[in-house]
């Protein structure tokens, strides 16, 4: 029963890596489950039997990028040299996984009004690290003494990433929507990291 699980373990792996490079090269709306079986030479009753329908699958993936994508955030915590450090490290890779990830992501695009549930679950997932390993390298500066005592790190920090998520470019009668175009995105990152060394310099004495 073991061996047969460690299979079944190993086959679902093997979709979800298939079905992430089709979703980063053409995109949700543009990939099919037909494709996706005949990238793993499998019968498409047999991903079915693994994935019910397309979003199904595509969560799914979104959920191991996200869980690499923590990975990464919280291996780093508690290591930054200074608050500046934690902050551009956290600004730096969301925005090279946005870049490297950017096609995947065409499902924020076509659905960013009704997103499941389980899509804002991992969204929130996120945010909550995020919002962790920031709140932690504020609290350990503020122990070391290089900047003053901040009572409510936790919502400090909340109101910090809720503005570096908005933050936009283009025109002004450009229609505003959640989810960045990819031309803007370097452009964004710069504004990014302008409001964290602002937000920084806040915090010191």
């Known amino acids: ?3 047969a699980n460690d299979q079944q373990d190993i086959k679902r792996e093997k979709i979800l890596e298939a079905s992430y ?7 949700y709306s543009k990939t099919t489950m037909n494709e996706i079986a005949g990238d793993l030479s499998m019968s498409k009753a047999l ?7 397309k979003s199904q699958l595509y969560i799914a993936v979104m959920r191991k990028l996200a869980n690499d994508y923590l990975k990464t955030l919280e291996n780093r915590s508690g290591t930054f ?7 551009t490290f956290q600004v730096n890779t969301h925005h090279e996984f946005i870049v490297s990830n950017y096609n995947f992501f065409d499902f924020f695009r076509l659905n960013e009004q009704n997103l499941p549930d389980d899509i804002w679950q991992i969204v929130g997932e996120v945010h909550g690290t995020e919002l962790k390993l920031l709140s932690d390298a504020i609290k350990a500066e503020v122990e070391k003494g ?7 790190p936790e919502e400090v920090v909340d109101v910090l990433i809720d503005a570096l998520h908005g933050i936009r470019v283009g025109a002004i009668s450009q229609k505003k929507t959640n989810f960045p175009r ?8 710069a504004k990014k990291l302008l409001l964290v060394d602002i937000f920084i310099k806040g915090l010191m004495y």
């Open 21 to 27: 490079q089709r979703f980063l090269h053409y995109g």
């Open 182 to 189: 990819k031309e803007h995105l370097e452009e964004i990152h």
């Open 47 to 53: 991903l079915y039997y693994y994935f019910p329908d």
């Open 146 to 152: 290089t900047i003053k005592a901040v009572g409510n």
């Open 1 to 3: 029963m073991a061996a």
């Open 81 to 87: 040299a200074d608050l500046k450090e934690a902050f």
